[in-house]
């Protein structure tokens, strides 16, 4: 399994930011994606999953300022968001589940992670 994930950087308050990342493997099937992330000092968080089948979820605190989606054509997950706020601030990770001989029905459960990718905002 392969998680390869890009964007991130520093962005003022307010700004925009979009995130990608894709996942990919020869022996398993994909059940979902996701992004999580750390702030300082605390623990990894959930952002936003998105399933096999489109489904989304989002974290209370980001809903309506970020958006989770995937373009097919190019088989990559991105993470849009406007509006950043100081408390976007935290290493950001991107989350897939891979599972042999199919998906299982329920929440995705992430158990292959990228390197993840630091964002900044600050004025």
């Known amino acids: 399994v392969q998680v390869e994930e890009s964007g991130g950087g520093s962005v003022q308050p307010g700004g925009s930011l979009r995130l990608s990342c894709t996942a990919s493997s020869q022996f398993f099937t994909r059940c979902g994606m996701g992004r999580y992330r750390q702030p300082p000092w605390t623990d990894r968080e959930l952002v936003s999953i998105i399933s096999s089948g489109g489904a989304?979820?989002?974290?209370?605190s980001v809903k309506g300022r970020f958006a989770i989606y995937k373009d097919v054509s190019r088989d990559t997950m991105y993470l849009q968001w406007d509006a950043l706020k100081t408390e976007g601030t935290a290493v950001y990770f991107c989350a897939a589940e891979f599972r042999a001989g199919g998906c299982a029905p329920g929440p995705v459960r992430p158990n292959y992670w990228g390197q993840g990718t630091e964002v900044t905002v600050s004025s």
């Open positions: 989304t979820t989002y974290e209370d």
